[in-house]
């Protein structure tokens, strides 16, 4: 190799091959972390969910299940407000807040019906008598299927189980016949936005 | 040509008036490079009309000449015609240099597989435009899988990124057009974001050539190149159409390139894709469609002194993800897993609905080259790129339509880098990379971020040699520097925080306990020093090629790694960040046997590679995690451990006759976690690729051929299952996220016709038929294979017109 490398033209030019040095150092002073990034304010949150069972033969005899997640995101605290009473009828409704935010989530649910549907579960060890969603205030999908909001209860005998509640969003398909002569309601595909399970009494 | 006329004239003026002709004229040619003699080169003296040639010093002597002008045309074999005219007024010397590396500026016509090489000691691979086109309506990880040694990692079936020896992600880099591609390739749903309709080849490097582009490439550098122009007058241009009976989707793509004799060129290249639900053999994968539009446009000019490139490429990808997917937690996952089929099955349709991805790239680049005579070649080079990456989910009331996941990632780039080709046995090329990228995570999602804010500058320095001590061996050597320096403004939910012991570690690090109720602000700032050394030999014995190569890379952790903290809605997981992990480093062992005669390439590639701090994915202890109200979610964390990665690839060309040939190419990989001592997750199983193929030039170069693909079932794998009480039942059950799926066998077939149609243009139909049998599997890369089967047959039309 001739000794062409201290040329001068050739040396001005290859300066520039420390260009990107440079450019570092630009990109250094240019950058700023100044402006902390703003908290971000979640949403679609569910802090609260309540199944609040009303005795039909005493307005006195309520049962509440509820489930509490204090920011929406932590694991809920999940507590019954006391046993059921043996033989008795119960109708039952639903309450879903998001206290984080002040929301009504029902409403959401309600309003957008056709993307959800409650559905029940319980265990073979508690005594379910009866079951149906109730058709003269339930809300009505346009598929023809029961929200399950609004539900109707017979106990039986005392016993202990669990009951499980869920709340679907963008079902491929729902049946709100499943569990006949229950109407528990099955469906298929989408996600659960809600999936709480109680341990109840039967008193 | 009136020039010359005039310069004839001139010279007969000169006679005609009997001027002093008595002048001398010396003169030596040097190629321009090395500056060499140029030996026995033809000179022709316009004036004169008359011929004479160079001496073994590359001198030649013009006695008797007349005052005025005089022209000379040099041409040499392998050199560009070069013609110079001086004006002549006493005895003269000049010194001429002449180009004899035209096969940079003009089309050399390659036969055989005889390829340049970007790499000459480590394991590489070429695929040219012929093989990429057939994948006109694919994805660039479908045609680098068709090299041995590199699988496909897959999130449904149109996310596919490249593994190279069971890496991927951020340790295998993609540079389009001599950028490095910033598109978020950190993730694993983060497909690469390029049109493969621009590409005129693709090479996979290794090696000490791939520390040129970075240092922390261990898998290695896709390099992808544009359609290049060559200095001549031309417009050129291809239009291919592709439909696919399997998701009814319809691709075209057209080109068109005009280049100038003196070095101008200027282009353009646009893609639209469609496609609709692909299918399974037993039913239809809903929400699978994709949208796909993508243009280039390039324009510059060349010439050997000199040249420079203007480069633009936008794309814009929107994909369905399988609704199946799009799951509420652990429960409906098990309900997945046991039904074996997905959830959700509707009609075929072309809408592609909410979960899907949409990405959004711009890359903009300026290059400039400079040759210097008897040194070598100059380039700076500038580079912008934007990618914006939305994830859409399932979401209600006002978040409808609000993308779950907003990034916005900008880079800029600049370097530069001298090659040092003067020296025929020796080149050099060293060079400098700066970079500043800036990541904007928008909180109007509603949604934690899961990648945060932040701010990255890196820097590199390289050298590296090549150097040819015969004909029959070869060094090379590389080493490079980088500097990476992250400085991220990251928002902690105080339970995260404490849960990972970071308030015991890292408390320095807060900056805002209390930015939000329950949420703390941090700023997390990382700074690595990393050293890569590459060296490698290569011999060659007649028709035989052994090559050896040792690397050391050092990656240090990406974002995604260090700080994801979220729910990824699409597939169903949380996935935990890791503020503890260090930076990677491999110690990377490899060799290449090749033998190579007209009838039979064959090479075997054994490898072993060593990863200290290997950052990997997999699921927590607990495996689960309780989310609010919607019950237990798949939780996986960031981990490292120490890793060995060891295989072998092989590969055979074999021409039975001269129409007929059969290809092999088989991987062999296994990856151990040598802190846990049991198998790495996630590595490629035994895949081996037979190819038979006729062609028959005389018959409109008819081309038929049948590949077989078979991939065994890993039975290497970590077990992560775990045990599970379903609340609403009260089960029990093993929840298994870790066995993967049995082996399967796929039959291709594939052919081609060609016509002429017009004189310069040609047109190739060609038919294709992918999963010949429509066979049920799952893939163990894919991960959506809990949830659905693979696709099934499809039936493809390709139409190619090249004028």
């Known amino acids: ?203 | 040509m009136f020039r010359y006329i005039g310069l004839l004239s001139l010279a007969f003026t000169c006679l005609s008036f009997g001027q002093d002709c008595n002048y001398t004229l010396l003169g030596e040619l040097s190629d321009f490079h090395d500056g060499t003699p140029i030996v026995s080169a033809t000179i022709y003296i316009k004036e004169t009309n008359r011929y004479i040639t160079s001496d073994l010093d590359g001198k030649f002597k013009i006695e008797n000449l007349c005052k005025g002008k005089l022209t000379l045309t040099i041409s040499h074999i392998g050199c560009e015609t070069k013609t110079v005219s001086f004006n002549i007024s006493g005895d003269t010397f000049k010194a001429i240099a002449l180009e004899h590396h035209i096969e940079q500026l003009n089309e050399v016509s390659v036969t055989g597989s005889k390829t340049n090489r970007e790499s000459k000691t480590a394991q590489q691979a070429v695929i040219k435009a012929k093989e990429i086109e057939g994948f006109s309506s694919g994805s660039l990880a479908n045609i680098t899988e068709t090299i041995a040694g590199v699988s496909a990692l897959n999130t449904g079936n149109n996310i596919v990124k490249p593994i190279i020896h069971g890496l991927h992600s951020s340790r295998v880099i993609t540079m389009q057009n001599g950028v490095r591609m910033q598109d978020q390739e950190w993730g694993l749903e983060h497909a690469p974001s390029v049109d493969v309709n621009a590409l005129q080849e693709i090479t996979l490097v290794k090696g000490a050539s791939a520390l040129m582009y970075s240092g922390d490439a261990i898998g290695g550098a896709i390099v992808l190149k544009p359609v290049k122009t060559y200095n001549k007058d031309s417009l050129f241009g291809r239009t291919i159409a592709v439909y696919d009976s399997n998701n009814r989707g319809y691709s075209i793509s057209s080109s068109l390139f005009k280049s100038y004799e003196k070095g101008w060129y200027i282009g353009g290249q646009g893609s639209y894709r469609r496609f609709g639900d692909s299918k399974a053999p037993d039913y239809v994968l809903s929400n699978t469609g994709l949208d796909f539009k993508a243009f280039s446009f390039q324009t510059g000019y060349r010439s050997f002194e000199e040249s420079f490139n203007v480069y633009y490429s936008y794309l814009d990808n929107e994909i369905g993800i399988l609704s199946s997917a799009h799951i509420g937690g652990i429960d409906q996952f098990i309900e997945s897993i046991e039904s074996g089929q997905p959830a959700t099955i509707r009609d075929f349709t072309y809408d592609i609905r909410d979960p899907r991805q949409r990405i959004r790239h711009h890359l903009a680049k300026v290059e400039y080259e400079r040759r210097f005579s008897k040194l070598g070649k100059l380039t700076l080079q500038y580079d912008y790129q934007r990618n914006q990456r939305q994830e859409f989910d399932r979401r209600r009331g006002d978040f409808k339509g609000v993308p779950s996941i907003d990034l916005l990632l900008q880079t800029h780039g600049l370097q530069s880098r001298f090659l040092f080709d003067s020296n025929e046995r020796v080149k050099i090329q060293a060079g400098l990379q700066s970079q500043y990228q800036d990541n904007f995570a928008d909180p109007a999602t509603g949604v934690f971020r899961l990648i945060p804010d932040f701010e990255r500058l890196d820097m590199g320095a390289f050298i590296l040699s090549e150097w040819k001590l015969d004909n029959d061996y070869l060094l090379e050597g590389a080493i490079r520097y980088d500097y990476n320096h992250i400085d991220a403004q990251k928002i902690y939910r105080d339970f995260r925080w404490e849960e990972r012991g970071y308030d015991q570690d890292f408390a320095d690090i807060i900056v805002d306990e209390n930015i939000a109720p329950g949420q703390l602000l941090t700023n997390p700032v990382y700074d690595f020093h990393n050293i890569s050394i590459a060296i490698g030999a290569k011999r060659t014995i007649g028709n035989h090629e052994i090559a050896l190569n040792y690397s050391l890379s050092n990656r240090a952790p990406n974002p995604s790694e260090l700080f994801s903290d979220g729910l990824h809605q699409s597939v169903a997981r949380i996935e935990v960040g890791n503020l503890r992990l260090g930076k990677e480093t491999a110690n990377q062992l490899s060799a290449t046997y090749t033998y190579q005669n007209s009838r039979i390439n064959l090479s075997v590639e054994p490898y072993i590679n060593r990863i200290d701090n290997y950052i990997f994915i997999a699921p927590t202890e607990l495996g689960i995690r309780i989310i609010g109200q919607a019950g237990a979610f798949l939780e996986y964390e960031f981990l490292a451990t120490d890793a060995l990665l060891y295989g072998v690839d092989f590969n055979l060309d074999y021409s039975l006759s001269e129409r007929l040939s059969f290809k092999n190419s088989t991987a062999f990989i296994i990856g151990e976690d040598l802190d846990n001592n049991e198998p790495l997750i996630d590595m490629p199983p035994i895949n081996t690729r037979n190819t038979i193929q006729y062609q028959n030039k005389k018959w409109n170069n008819l081309s038929l051929g049948l590949t077989s693909d078979f991939f065994a079932m890993q039975n290497n794998f970590p077990n992560y299952n775990f045990q599970y009480t379903v609340p609403s039942t009260g089960e029990d059950v093993l929840v298994d996220v870790s066995t993967p799926p049995s082996s399967y066998h796929l039959l291709h077939f594939n052919s081609s016709i060609e016509t002429k149609l017009f004189k310069k243009s040609t047109l190739e139909i060609g038919f294709n038929i992918q999963n010949v049998f429509n066979i049920n599997y799952r893939n163990y890369l894919n991960r959506l294979r809990f949830f659905a089967d693979e696709v099934g047959r499809n039936f493809q039309i390709q139409l190619k017109f090249n004028y």
Not at chain 1, 82 to 89: C, E, L, M, Q, S
Not at chain 1, 115 to 140: C, G, K, L, T, W
Not at chain 1, 151 to 175: C, K, M, P, R, Y
């Open chain 1, 1 to 203: 190799m001739k000794s062409n490398f201290l040329n001068f033209t050739n040396m001005k030019t290859i300066k520039l091959l420390f260009l990107p040095l440079f450019a570092l150092a630009l990109f250094s002073s240019c950058s700023d972390d100044d402006a902390p990034p703003a908290a971000v304010n979640p949403g679609e949150l569910i802090t609260d969910v309540e199944v609040v069972f009303t005795n039909e033969n005493d307005p006195n005899d309520i049962v509440t299940l509820s489930a509490v997640s204090a920011d929406g995101i932590v694991d809920p605290t999940v507590t019954a407000s006391g046993p059921f009473t043996a033989n008795a009828d119960y109708t039952a409704t639903i309450t879903i807040l998001d206290n984080v935010n002040n929301e009504d989530i029902l409403e959401e649910v309600v309003e957008e019906k056709d993307e959800h549907f409650f559905a029940y579960a319980v265990n073979s060890a508690i005594d379910v008598v009866d079951m149906i969603r109730d058709d003269s205030i339930d809300p009505q999908r346009t598929d023809g299927n029961y929200l399950g909001l609004e539900t109707a209860w017979t106990f039986g005998a005392a016993s202990t189980g669990t009951f499980t509640l869920q709340l679907v969003h963008e079902a491929s398909s729902v049946d709100d016949q499943f569990g006949e002569p229950f109407e528990f309601g099955l469906y298929t595909g989408g996600e659960l936005d809600i999936n709480n399970t109680w341990n109840i009494e039967i008193q």
